[in-house]
């Protein structure tokens, strides 16, 4: 069995799963605070991120992009603390708030948060502490000790109070690592330098001390060793001992002989140490004494930080590869292991004792029987107060101190037991009890009141049942305290303390019996009861069944409380309270109807049974209410024709919640029953709701009853918002009825939804005095026609003068020619007309008057009108055609006359006479109208004449239209007769442009002609007419232009060249810009589009402009021309165009010319382009001289460039001048490699000293098969991991392997040898040198890349080498793998043993057996022996049986035995039974039981040995099955064992046949012999038939005698037992009939007594009898 180890190692986290790269795993880099967050600082591309793993979710790490050279979290919350530079800068992550902020003096380079409120900031002369509350800045504590003076700082500690303070750092000593800390005391303000590696303060309690001592423990690592030293700092506390320093070794193993502490945490729950150190062990020592209890190496990289695991009060840390490891006290196997391994009882002891931990009891317990047995009564006693567990604390040790005697004049062993255990801790319940006993019985009442407030003593329901004999309110403190609700309870009821119950019961989530409690509480105070009961249904869910609260108050007719009640606990109005709300209503109903009124009023309640509470109401007087719960109309008629019951308000709305039918039925029955007395509520509820009962079905209401007054009244109520005709017909109808006149002039007035024809007809039948409501009506809807042959037949004049003059004028053309259409009397209608002053449209009269040929009458209403001023258009267009039509002087009319409608009397003329319609359209500017007429009738100068005065470009566009037939003829017009009459310009520019828009060019240019080119004209010099003849030509003819050039003067040029040259006259262009002097323009014309560059140059000969030279220059460069642009430019003496220049010289190769141009160019600006091109040039032309003399002299050129260039050209010589002049080495490199100058090479190189450089140069090198200084360069090179892969294969493609080799082994020595370098060398051997690879790996395997290597090593099938590098990669499997597929080179057997523990895949084990199997199978048991904590047995046995080889692998089955595995227990007894060891497979049997006992006994059972078939019955006893034991035995003649299992089954039938067996194979003594085994089995009778059948009574004799001896007893025992019971019966008084029973009030029915005959049930038994009541017999009840 493996050893029991004292402490739990447990992996949390491996940060690579959570995807932190392993790089950014360092102290540098992460920080960890407590053992809730673990902080690291990452850059992820570009980007800088801090990464916060909660370790409570370590799956969703928390990622925010902060730039920072630190950070760390708070130990509890998620705060951080953030630092760059300078600057520190708290926030809070989860409020997303920055909380302080502070810039240092001095730069931090430790800092650590030494509790929740406190960060220590250290820098390289000063501590200070800055508090995170508050606006508090950073305090210095103190100033850093010289000894700690370029120190590396890795930790800072401070004591719980912060009175002492430590500073710990590192440095490199003489080939080892010092460790230096400087310990600071507040108080004292002194600083100690202390040698040591890691540190931690503790607070630890002495025994006998009253208060806690603050403890220093420091490791250190020296060249003469370790050591951990425990000391207490400052003074002991008052009246304390101090504590003695203690210094122990601490043992470092021989492989780790640079190994040194790392990191110290101490556990406050177990007082221990733990102590990591770099290597990854951990030292655990306890704190008192200082004592190693055990040390292991539990990591295999530096665990580089670690803090306190709170959970387990142990220590948790992160290793460099990323486990997050914790490391703890096994508190269940510290002190056995104490106890046995390190065999020290004595520390075992005392820690279980401190700690309160397991292990110890037997020690404990053997002690106390020694003390005990001593009569050292008191030491006992002090060993079971401090034994762990309470081991000891038990009732038999109560009652071992109970039985002790007490010496005279002492204190009992017993009270000294309870005085200990008093002074130490709290006693038990069962100590408290026997304790308390003796206290009560003597009246001391306020010890225990005085324990309970010290929680001395464990309460318990026991306890509190003692107590409350003496004092109920005591009891209930030791209730409340033990947790007993129902005593608790029971306790507040008997005191009164009601209020409470409640409170607590949902304090313990406890359910008493509430209404067993409210009974009692309403017998006793009603007041109080009422409380209570509120207070049961105060929360949502009530406490009890709100029914049986309800017949609680009942019980004592408490209504108007029980009212309260329920009004309070109904308040929520749930359905499931519909019976309570209807009882609440009937209780109130029959005693308090307005109390019912008021609670249906606040409409409280929904779910009662309305049907019951409805009559109720009634039968009460509630009408109302009544009415609001009937349901059936026939109630609801009855109650409802009784209106001066109700308030008629309430009525209306109440018909609101009936049905249409049910609403007119009620309206119905209350017309019927006293129309007087609700005619008005009727009209009331008809008029708010007639939209849902109908209208049309309440106006037939109101008529059935012939109440035109209530259908008058109704209908005016609604008619304002109606839209229905027959609502509108019906009010004006009983409006007349009623003879409310004014209502029927509003209605026929204002509405518009009556139908007028409708209407009209009932007016005219209705004969009214007043036919102003007919004349509305008329009027509105168009029947004046209608009305005035109504009225005028009926000789109603006046109606029509008061209508036309009154009622609305406007219908006055109307009523004139209805008047007109009867034959009307002149004078009557002009007198009509004359008397009308209102407003009338003049044109409908004149229209009315005009249709019927009667204008003529309106002659003097018109006159008169014009003389009385009036500007009507209708009247003068009236007036215009009576004097057409009389040909009075109509032309003077049109022309003079400002306010007739021209577009109206012009197509009056236009049949009559056309000119007279010109005359009228010209006046009013209708311009389609007088176009029209004219081209109707010819009238074309008059057109061109309007035309050319109305200057509208739209309509000259419609006129000169292409699909305008008239449009010559017009033309013509416009050309001879219109322009020449016009002397205004602006006549003849909208005319022409008009010409112009209308694409006309040959009539324009005839009509320019004659504008501009003849010599009267007064336009002849006008310059936009000249230019638009220009333009015209151009665009028509372009033949006449050159001539109008040459004949006009005043016209734009450069415009008019422009206009030219892009209608490709470019002669025509280049004589414009001649003729006015514009050279520039001139030379662009021939050199851009007459592109003949001589006839631009003689031209530029001849003009001799700058200007034109510059740009004959540039046409020149375009012409690729470069000599003779050049020549051009320098003419022009320009160099604005030197990038051109140079371009085009630098493709033509024309460097000579260029430098002529570049050196004029440099005269006139000093650009840097300039002159970098001009060294360039002067290196073209290889004029090196020049070129010297020019860069050793101030210039701006960019040498560098020009260098590059030349090198890329391959003018080394010149790129050689211009690199050595800037100093540019690493080009200079370059160019002397190409020289062949490679030692300067070298040279400039190691100047330069650039990587790209050292390639370059290293190359060029191995190239020449300069090795030497090939290897100089590679050695610079090599250092960096990025370029060393080029070098690698730069070499081996080159063939050059063993000086690569060479270069690598000389680059190991160098001072910044990296992973990569020692990699690379790895393969190279393992390619070009393997046999030097293992030794190699041997070296160097912990600095190279392992999977890099494994795969060289793989393809060069080093199989050994791979094993190795698996290993040490820790890939178990793949070692595995390896040597089982090259076992002849690759497996070693302690090596494989060792290795295949470690693997993952749990299926190589299996694998390797096989291989073990099929390569060793001799060893395959050792195999076995190390896999066996890790084999699944089951499985393995299932391999070997299916292999054949269980009998080799027997030792295995016999190890792995004890975990009592089905298979193995199987396949052991199949191995032993082929053996034939009986004796082996039944002490298998008997030791291991989980196996297949059926199957196994059945295989036995057909054995050929006796023992096995023993055995079978043995597994057939073992599983119940006597018979088939028993008949196994019966075969085999196994008589002792077959009378064993018959007396074990306890079965009669199995003993019985048993004995018969014997008795037929003739068996006497195994007969008798049966009869003892199975004694209490057999039935005497069938023993004696047996005898006596078989005559052997002899035999059976003892057995007979033994059971008649038996029997004897028994009737001896009954009749003592009986006489016994006569005795003590004849001795009792004989029962009252009164004194004992309760009375039937509180005992209730049949509770007591015996019911009498008469209630008893026919055939019901007494109790216990079997007997009907009434014939009990004598002596039954006694027996029973």
């Known amino acids: 069995m493996a050893q029991q180890l004292p402490i739990r190692f447990q992996e949390h986290l491996q940060l690579q799963n959570v995807g932190i790269n392993v790089q950014q795993i360092g102290f540098a880099t992460l920080t960890m605070e407590s053992d809730k967050f673990i902080c690291i600082r990452e850059k992820v591309a570009d980007t800088a991120q801090v990464v916060i793993i909660d370790l409570a979710d370590p799956n969703n790490p928390i990622r925010r992009p902060i730039t920072a050279d630190s950070a760390v979290m708070n130990p509890a919350s998620k705060v951080i603390a953030l630092k760059a530079g300078k600057n520190l800068q708290i926030f809070n992550i989860e409020m997303k708030s920055k909380m302080k902020a502070h810039q240092m003096t001095d730069d931090v380079i430790f800092w650590k948060w030494i509790n929740l409120n406190t960060i220590a900031l250290v820098t390289e002369t000063t501590v200070y502490h800055w508090s995170m509350e508050g606006e508090s800045q950073p305090q210095k504590m103190f100033d850093r000790h010289s000894s700690l003076a370029g120190c590396q700082i890795i930790n800072y ?137 055990y040390m292991n190496r539990i990591s295999g990289e530096t665990i580089f930080v670690t803090a306190v695991h709170e959970p387990s009060s142990g220590i948790i840390g992160v290793n460099r590869k990323g486990q997050v490891l914790s490391v703890s006290v096994d508190d269940g196997n510290i002190v056995p292991y104490i106890t046995n391994t390190l065999q020290n009882p004595e520390l075992a002891l005392r820690m279980a004792t401190r700690n309160d931990l397991a292990g110890a009891e037997e020690l404990f317990v053997r002690k106390f029987n020694v003390l005990f047995s001593q009569s050292q009564f008191q030491e006992a006693a002090k060993i079971a107060a401090k034994a762990p567990k309470g081991v000891l604390r038990t009732p038999e040790t109560i009652q071992r101190f109970q039985h002790v005697p007490t010496p005279p004049g002492q204190t009992s062993p017993l009270l000294q037991y309870f005085g200990i255990l ?247 029955a209350m017309l019927q029953a006293n129309i007087r007395q609700n005619l008005q509520v009727c009209v009331k509820i008809a008029s708010k709701y007639y939209e849902q009962l109908s209208t049309l079905s309440l106006i037939e209401l109101f008529e059935s009853f012939k109440s035109y007054e209530g259908l008058f009244y109704f209908l005016g109520s609604i008619v304002n918002f109606s839209q229905d005709q027959d609502v509108h017909f019906k009010y004006i109808q009983a409006a007349c009825k009623t003879g409310q006149m004014k209502e029927v002039e509003r209605i026929c007035r204002e509405s518009n939804c009556y139908d007028a024809e409708r209407v009209k007809n009932f007016l005219k039948e209705a004969k009214l005095t007043d036919q102003l409501p007919l004349i509305i009506v008329c009027d509105r809807f168009e029947y004046v026609h209608d009305l005035v042959l109504y009225l005028y037949r009926n000789n109603l004049q006046k109606y029509i003068e008061i209508y036309v003059q009154k009622v609305n004028p406007s219908r006055l053309p109307i009523v004139a020619g209805g008047l007109l259409d009867v034959d009307c009397a002149d004078d009557v209608i002009k007198n009509l007309v004359l008397s009308v002053r209102g407003p009338f449209s003049t044109d409908e009269l004149v229209e009315e008057f005009e249709k019927r040929n009667r204008l003529k009458l309106l002659l003097p209403w018109m006159e008169s009108r014009i003389h009385e001023g009036v500007e009507e258009p209708a009247t003068h267009n009236a007036l215009a055609k009576i004097y057409i039509d009389s040909n009075n002087n109509p032309e003077r009319f049109l022309r003079e006359n400002q306010f007739y409608d021209s577009r109206i009397v012009g197509r009056y ?147 008019i060249a422009n206009i030219c040259i892009s209608s490709d006259l470019f002669e025509e262009a280049f004589a414009i810009f001649k003729k006015f002097d514009v050279n520039t323009s001139a030379i662009e014309v021939l050199i851009t589009h007459v592109h003949n560059l001589d006839r631009a140059y003689e031209f530029a000969e001849r003009c001799n402009q700058p200007a034109v030279w510059s740009l004959l220059g540039k046409a020149q460069l375009d012409s690729q021309m470069v000599k003779e642009a050049i020549d051009s430019y320098i003419k022009a003496d320009d160099p604005s165009t030197y990038t051109e220049v140079i371009q085009a010289a630098n493709e033509a190769a024309n460097f000579e010319d260029l430098v002529r141009y570049l050196q004029m160019a440099r005269k006139k600006t000093r650009e ?185 090593a793989e393809q060069a099938h080093l199989w050994p080498e791979l094993v190795f590098l698996y290993d040490k990669y820790e890939e178990y499997d793949n070692a595995v793998l390896t040597m089982m597929a090259h076992p002849t080179e690759a497996w070693r057997e302690s090596l494989f043993k060792e290795v295949v523990t470690k693997v993952a895949n749990i299926e190589l084990y299996y694998r390797a057996l096989q291989f073990y199997l099929d390569h060793r199978p001799l060893i395959v048991n050792d195999l076995l022996v190390v896999l066996t904590p890790r084999l699944d047995h089951t499985r393995a046995v299932s391999f070997f049986t299916r292999v054949g080889h269980l009998k080799l692998v ?178 009792q008084p004989p029962p009252s009939m009164m004194s004992d029973m309760p009375l039937m009030i509180t005992a209730g029915p049949g509770i007591g007594a015996v019911p009498p005959p008469a209630m008893v049930p026919p055939g019901m038994m007494a109790p216990g009898t079997g007997v009907p009541y009434g014939q009990q017999q004598p002596g039954l009840y006694r027996q029973y």
């Open 422 to 668: 008093l002074e130490s801790s709290q006693l038990n319940k069962y100590e408290a009890l026997e304790l308390c006993r003796p206290v009560l019985a003597q009246g001391k009442k306020q010890l225990i009141e005085k324990w309970l407030k010290e929680d001395k003593l464990e309460c318990s329901e026991e306890l509190g049942e003692l107590v409350k004999q003496v004092d109920p309110t005591l009891a209930l403190s030791v209730f409340l305290r033990a947790g007993v609700p129902g005593k608790v309870i029971q306790c507040f009821a008997e005191t009164g303390q009601f209020q409470k119950i409640i409170l607590y019961a949902k304090k313990v989530n406890y359910q008493p019996d509430y209404v067993f409690l409210l009974r009692n509480v309403m017998r006793l105070n009603p007041d109080q009861g009422t409380e209570f009961a509120k207070m049961l249904v105060a929360d949502e869910e009530p406490l009890a069944d709100l029914n049986q609260i309800v017949d609680v108050f009942m019980e004592v007719n408490m209504v108007q409380q029980c009212t309260s009640f329920l009004l309070d606990a109904l308040k929520n109005n749930r359905p499931n309270e519909g019976q309570l709300q209807t009882r609440l209503l009937e209780m109130n109903l029959l005693t308090a109807p307005q109390v019912a009124d008021a609670i249906m009023g606040n409409q409280m309640f929904t779910h009662y049974d309305k049907a019951h509470i409805a009559q109720l109401c009634e039968k009460a007087g509630l009408l109302q209410r009544a009415l609001e719960h009937y349901t059936d109309i026939y109630d609801i008629k009855r109650a409802v024709v009784h209106t001066h019951m109700l308030n008629p308000d309430w009525l209306v709305n109440y018909f609101g919640s009936l049905s249409v039918e049910d609403s007119l039925e009620c309206l119905r």
């Open 1168 to 1352: 840097t382009f300039i002159e970098t091109e001009l060294v360039f040039a002067f290196a073209k032309t290889n004029r090196l001289a020049d070129l010297e003399e020019f860069i050793s002299g101030p210039n701006h050129a960019q040498i560098m460039q020009v260098g590059e260039r030349c090198y890329e050209e391959k003018m080394y010589e010149a790129a050689k001048l211009l690199f050595n002049n800037i100093s540019n080495f690493a080009r200079l490199a370059s160019t002397l490699v190409h020289l062949g100058e490679f030692q300067n090479a070298v040279d400039s190189a190691r100047k330069a000293n650039s990587t790209r450089t050292w390639k370059e140069v290293c190359f060029s090198c191995v190239e020449a098969k300069e090795f030497r200084l090939a290897q100089v360069c590679g050695l610079h090179i090599v250092v960096h991991a990025d370029e060393l892969a080029d070098l690698i294969n730069y070499y081996q493609d080159r063939g050059h392997f063993n000086e690569l080799i060479t270069l690598m082994e000389a680059a190991l020595g160098l001072e910044r040898a990296h992973m990569g370098m020692f990699t690379e060398l790895a393969i190279l051997y393992s390619k070009y040198k393997p046999s030097k690879m293992r030794e190699h790996l041997e070296l160097f395997w912990s600095r190279v890349n392992i999977p890099k290597v494994l795969r060289a």
């Open 909 to 1055: 003329c236009e049949k009559r006479d056309p000119h007279l319609a010109c005359v009228a359209y010209e006046r009013g500017q209708c311009d389609d109208e007088l176009i029209k007429v004219c081209n109707e009738n010819s009238l074309f100068k008059s057109e061109a004449r309007y035309l050319v005065r109305r200057r509208d470009p739209d309509l000259w566009g419609r006129v000169l239209d292409e699909e305008n037939q008239y449009r010559r003829p017009l033309i013509d017009q416009v050309v001879q007769t219109a322009l020449s009459e016009t002397q205004d310009p602006e006549d003849v520019s909208v005319t022409v442009k008009a010409f112009m828009s209308a694409d006309l060019p040959n009539e324009l240019i005839e009509l320019l002609e004659k504008i501009v080119l003849d010599e009267n004209s007064l336009f002849r010099d006008h310059r936009n007419l000249q230019n638009l003849l220009i333009l015209t030509a151009v665009k028509a003819d372009q033949t006449r232009v050159m001539e109008y050039i040459n004949r006009l003067d005043n016209y734009d040029a450069p415009d």
């Open 1450 to 1627: 027997k030792p295995y089955l016999r190890t792995v035995q004890s975990n009592n595995n089905k298979a193995v227990n199987e396949a052991l007894s199949q191995v032993l039974i082929e053996e034939e060891d009986y004796e082996g497979l039944r002490k298998s049997i008997d030791t291991f039981d989980n196996f297949d006992t059926i199957a196994l006994a059945q295989q036995l059972e057909k054995h050929e040995l006796l023992e096995f078939r023993r055995i079978g019955a043995y597994l057939y006893k073992n599983n119940n099955r006597w018979a088939q034991s028993v008949d196994l035995c019966k075969k085999d003649l196994l008589y002792r064992d077959a009378m064993q299992y018959a007396c074990e089954s306890r079965n009669t039938e199995i003993a019985e046949g048993l004995i018969a067996w014997f008795l037929e194979i003739g068996k006497k003594e195994c007969f008798a012999s049966c009869l003892f085994t199975c004694y209490d089995l057999l039935r005497p009778d069938v023993i004696l038939e047996l005898a006596w059948r078989h005559n052997i009574m002899d035999f059976a004799m003892p057995y007979l005698v033994q059971v008649l001896r038996e029997y004897l007893t028994k009737v001896d025992k009954l009749q003592k037992a009986d006489a016994d019971r006569a005795e003590e019966q004849s001795d």
């Open 157 to 293: 500690r401070a004591d719980k109070s912060l009175k002492w303070l430590l500073l710990v750092g590192i440095s490199a000593q003489q080939h080892r690592v010092a460790g230096h800390m400087q310990l600071y005391s507040v108080e004292r303000k002194v600083s100690q330098p202390i040698e040591g590696h890691a540190a931690a303060f503790a607070q630890f309690k002495m025994p006998g001390n009253s208060e806690e001592s603050t403890l220093f423990t420091f490791a250190v690592r020296t060249q003469q060793g370790g050591k951990l030293h425990i000391i207490e700092v400052g003074s002991p506390p008052t009246g304390c001992q101090p504590f003695t320093k203690k210094a122990v070794d601490v043992f470092f193993p021989p492989e780790a002989q640079t190994d040194f502490p790392v990191a110290m945490q101490v556990s406050t729950k177990y007082d221990t140490i733990y102590l990591i150190t770099k290597f990854g062990y951990v030292h655990l020592y306890d704190l008192e004494t200082g004592t190693c209890i």
